[in-house]
Structure formats: structure tokens, C-alpha cells
């Protein structure tokens, strides 16, 4: 079947005609996150025809992300797949005529732009043009690490947000003459200052709904420009039916897009463990630089201590560790070198099963 007839129904859509169906094929937008909210927007523009998809996440499927995650189910998280693997292939399952490409890494620091530069450009020049981060992520820390590379790279930003019944959205273009994220908030909330999904709960519509309006953000911001995109930040509340478009504009002392300073690109403020808020899952990078690990080898090792469960992304490994706090521990290791660790009992205690398992 041509691919036109496809997508005719939206290019009957007086904004999009068969030009800006066009313009959709032949440009390349990168999910950062492949939660709730990444899992909306790369569903819309799969199937709305983008010709060019990354999808970025460093997790892998739980049962209780069936609730909003809606390219995953139960098989994924029975089998504990990663999510950017777990998405990729429900969405080449959805449209094959896109390409569609998965990298399960944790972007911070050290590797942002460097995996960011890759997605969009390959070893070319970015053409900012058709180019979009898309914002699916959980934590400020890496929202505003996404607002200092698309100000580097010159590509536009979509932000996205939502908790419980709240949700709101924005696209950052300082290329084109707008905002950039910090424009609008210089800095991030305090730790613990701010509630979660994990201590908040979250309402699917609402999720829904963020994930449409990134999406019809990226798409707008393709087909008629950045320029056109707008310079509004939506905030709503699902359940009392309220919403509020406000205004943005470019801060003339903003630190970032005006004065230059991309203070989240600087990998001195990266941590080698953290805890995910609302879980006993700790996350432990290397102490060192490390070009990542044979998951082979180390799965020869770690069959020793455990049973292993091995595939491209990831291997897992449950140890019996009698100062565990459960009696036992999960090791997840990523090929970039990181890990998940559970049961341990926090950050330090993870590191040292990290540095006994693992090495470093």
C-alpha cells in the first residue's frame, strides 16, 4: 500500500498538507525518557510519520508502568526489558517505514552532548531545521542538562511535566529568538521541595494529555518552523477541567541561552550514586571514565554468584547477600558501565556492591 495513503487523513489537515507531510518525513526528533510522557509523544509521531525517532532511556520495564506507559505490556515487564528497546520494537511494529532507534543509556554530564550530537547528527552537521528534543523525563536535574544542550546544538526543546492531576508543556526555541528553559525558571527546586510521581501519584489522562500537546508542539515546530512554534507555556488540571496558557519571553540576564553559561554540562556536578525517589533502587555509574563493559565476560563471572539473565541491553543478576536488607539483591548492569542496584539499603551500600561485583 503507497505510503501517502497512510498519513491522508492528516494531510487533508489545512496546517499540514502534503508539504508539511513532507517536512514530518524527513525530520528527526529524539525522546529523551521513555515513560509515561515519551511513550505518548513518540506514539503520536510515529504514526503521525516523523521519518526519524531516538528513543533515549536508561530503565527498564516495571509492572506498575503499565498504569500510563502505554507502548509497554506485561510480557515486557515480565521479562525486564529495557524501555527504549521495549518501545522501539512496538513502534517499528506500529509504522516500519520510520526509522526507529533505541540507546539505553542515562544521559548526564559526561555523555549528554556527545549522545545528543550522535542522535540528531550522525558525525555531520545537525540541520536544526527538523531537528527536536523531546523532554520525557522525571527529574529536573536532566531537564535542565536537556535545556543546556539544545542551546549548544541550536535545536528547539519541548518540556513536558505532570503530577497527579496536574500537568503542563512548553517548547524552548533561543535559536529562533525565544526562551530557553531557564528564561523562565533560573534554577532548579531544592531537593525534597518538589512532589513526585512516586509520592504524588499521576492520572493517565493527564499524562495523555501532556504526551498530545509535545507532540502537536514538535510537529508545529516542524512543519511551519521554529519561529512559529510559539512561545507559551500550558498549564492544566484534568480533573476540575481549568487551563491557563501564559506568555514567555527571553530573559535579557538569563545565564544560559544570553550569557552563555551551560553550568549542567559540566560533569563535576555529576553523581556516582543516586537513589530513585520512592524505591530501594540505586543507580551507580563508575568511578572513573570507562568506555562501558563486556557484558559477556562479566556475565561468565557473575554466573558464579547468581542466575544471570543476559540480552544487548543489560544483564541481571540476583545474589543471596546476607547484609542485604530483603536477604538478597538484584544487580542490573548496563553495557554503558552503569547499574541498577536493589536491596542493598542506599547509595553507599550500593557503590560497595557495585565495587565487589562489578570492579571499578
Not at 154 to 177: D, K, S
Not at 290 to 312: C, F, I, K, P, Y
Request: hydrophobic share 40%.
Amino acid at each position: 500500500m503507497p505510503q501517502h495513503h497512510r498519513y491522508s487523513r492528516q494531510a487533508l489537515v489545512p496546517v499540514i498538507g502534503e508539504a508539511g507531510q513532507a517536512r514530518l518525513a524527513a525530520a528527526h526528533v529524539v525522546v529523551v525518557g521513555v515513560g509515561a510522557l515519551g511513550c505518548q509523544s513518540a506514539d503520536l509521531l510515529a504514526r503521525a510519520g516523523v521519518g526519524s525517532l531516538t528513543l533515549i532511556d536508561r530503565d527498564v520495564v516495571e509492572l506498575s508502568n503499565l498504569q500510563r506507559q502505554t507502548l509497554f505490556d506485561e510480557r515486557d515487564a515480565a521479562g525486564g526489558h529495557s524501555k527504549a528497546c521495549a518501545a522501539q520494537s512496538r513502534l517499528n511494529a506500529v509504522n516500519s517505514a520510520i526509522q526507529v532507534h533505541a540507546i539505553t543509556a542515562d544521559l548526564r554530564a559526561r555523555n549528554a552532548l556527545q549522545i545528543l550530537t550522535q542522535a540528531l547528527g550522525g558525525r555531520g552537521e545537525i540541520d536544526a531545521a527538523g531537528a527536536i528534543i523531546i523532554d520525557g523525563t522525571d527529574n529536573f536535574h536532566t531537564r535542565y542538562l536537556l535545556n543546556d544542550c539544545a542551546v549548544k546544538l541550536g535545536v528547539p526543546y519541548v518540556y513536558g511535566g505532570v503530577i497527579g492531576v496536574r500537568g503542563m508543556c512548553a517548547i524552548f526555541a533561543p535559536g529562533a529568538g525565544g526562551p530557553c528553559l531557564r528564561c523562565i525558571f533560573p534554577d532548579p527546586p531544592p531537593p525534597g521541595t518538589s512532589p513526585t510521581c512516586d509520592t504524588a501519584g499521576v492520572l493517565g489522562p493527564a499524562v495523555a494529555m501532556v504526551g498530545a500537546h509535545q507532540a502537536s508542539m514538535a510537529m508545529r515546530c516542524i512543519v511551519d518552523g521554529p519561529a512559529a512554534s510559539g512561545h507559551g507555556l500550558i498549564d492544566f488540571d484534568i480533573w476540575s477541567g481549568q487551563q491557563r496558557r501564559l506568555l514567555m519571553h527571553k530573559a535579557a540576564g538569563c545565564v544560559c541561552c544570553v550569557g552563555g553559561r551551560l553550568e549542567f554540562l559540566d560533569d563535576a556536578h555529576d553523581e556516582e550514586a543516586t537513589q530513585y525517589c520512592g524505591s530501594d533502587a540505586v543507580q551507580v555509574w563508575p568511578a572513573r571514565s570507562s568506555e562501558g563493559v563486556r557484558l559477556a565476560d562479566l556475565a561468565g563471572r557473575l554466573a558464579r554468584v547468581g542466575h544471570v539473565v543476559q540480552n544487548a541491553a543489560f544483564l541481571r543478576v540476583s545474589i543471596d547477600e546476607p547484609r542485604s536488607k530483603e536477604g538478597g539483591i538484584e544487580l542490573t548492569v548496563f553495557a554503558d558501565g552503569r547499574a541498577i542496584v536493589r536491596g542493598a539499603g542506599g547509595p553507599e551500600a550500593a557503590r560497595g556492591v557495585y565495587a565487589k561485583y562489578v570492579g571499578n
